[in-house]
């Protein structure tokens, strides 16, 4: 089981919006993905259209009162579930985080999740705190959107330090995924200078090939409670950016398969 924890330095930069479409693209793909809220604020299941607080999730597991099998939410995908931080009260988020993040506790939930799922998304809160540190720590991966603005350029480099102080000291096999230019603006010379920096300053291949552009209907999507594959009979066009995106990290998690090797890894002729 892949775990990819999508988290960024910077809050709004579109780690619910990037986790609920991929993690949608995904489960089309073929692949038993859960998406894990990890934000007390709830706004993955906000996203989703849910009444504020209304499941119980993670928040029960913690507490004994729930087996975590009987709190995956189902969705329309057969494939997707959606695992809720749960009825956590807005006056008891640090407790609820406290018990989140003491040792072993997200590890253990995962572990029981590894015969039912080949993917899962941790929708991490904001900021590089005690969350986020437990996540990566937990996670197979990480993903981080970059939103195309001057400021998440400079502070990209706390995200990065962090994966490789969780990497040396807690858990070898994390790896860096990518970094998902988010908000991308072709308008704007800002976000323009943002991205050509980021494809030129970061080499190897860090930064993922799909691009998240900024547009209207992600905000017309959350309005509506649903993610961009699901808006309409026909999907927008820009549902397919998350095609394209999962299929950048099904690459890189090397999960097509194929079974090719380097010897037959020839051309097929298309003549026969
Ligand atoms: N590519 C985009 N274009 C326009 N608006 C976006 C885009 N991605 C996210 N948003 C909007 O920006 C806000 C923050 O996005 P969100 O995914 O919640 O960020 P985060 O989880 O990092 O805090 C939401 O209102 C969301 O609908
Ligand atoms: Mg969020």
Redesign the pocket.
């Known amino acids: 089981m892949h775990v990819i924890c999508?988290a960024?330095q910077?809050?709004?930069?579109?780690?619910?919006?990037?986790?609920?479409n991929l993690g949608l693209a995904l489960a089309r793909a073929g692949n038993r993905t859960l998406l894990m809220e990890l934000?007390a604020q709830g706004?993955?299941c906000l996203?989703l259209g849910l009444p504020d607080r209304a499941r119980p999730g993670i928040a029960e597991v913690l507490t004994g009162a729930e087996h975590i099998g009987n709190v995956l939410l189902r969705t329309r995908d057969p494939q997707l579930h959606v695992l809720s931080v749960g009825r956590v009260d807005p006056t008891t988020v640090a407790g609820f985080e406290e018990a989140l993040t003491r040792t072993g506790m997200l590890t253990g939930m995962l572990s029981k999740l590894e015969s039912e799922f080949d993917l899962v998304l941790l929708?991490?809160?904001?900021g590089l705190g005690k969350v986020t540190s437990r996540a990566l720590e937990a996670a197979t991966h990480v993903l981080s959107?970059l939103?195309a603005e001057p400021l998440a350029l400079r502070s990209v480099g706390q995200l990065l330090a962090l994966v490789d102080r969780v990497r040396a000291e807690k858990n070898p096999r994390l790896t860096l995924l990518g970094i998902v230019l988010?908000?991308?603006d072709r308008q704007t010379p800002a976000s323009l200078e943002v991205a050509e920096t980021l494809w030129t300053r970061f080499p190897g291949g860090i930064i993922l090939d799909s691009v998240?552009?900024?547009?209207?209907?992600?905000?017309e999507?959350?309005l509506r409670g649903s993610p961009l594959l699901l808006m309409q009979k026909r999907p927008p066009p820009?549902a397919r950016v998350f095609d394209q995106l999962a299929n950048d990290v099904l690459d890189r998690l090397d999960t097509h398969g194929g079974g090719a090797t380097e010897e037959d890894d020839g051309p097929i002729p298309l003549l026969v």
Do not use: H, N, W, Y
Not at 10 to 20: E, P
Not at 212 to 219: A, H, N, S, W, Y
């Open positions: 999508v960024s910077k809050g709004g930069v579109g780690k619910t919006t990037i986790s609920l934000d706004s993955l996203s929708d991490c809160p904001a959107p939103q988010s908000m991308f998240i552009p900024r547009d209207e209907v992600f905000l999507a959350s820009l």
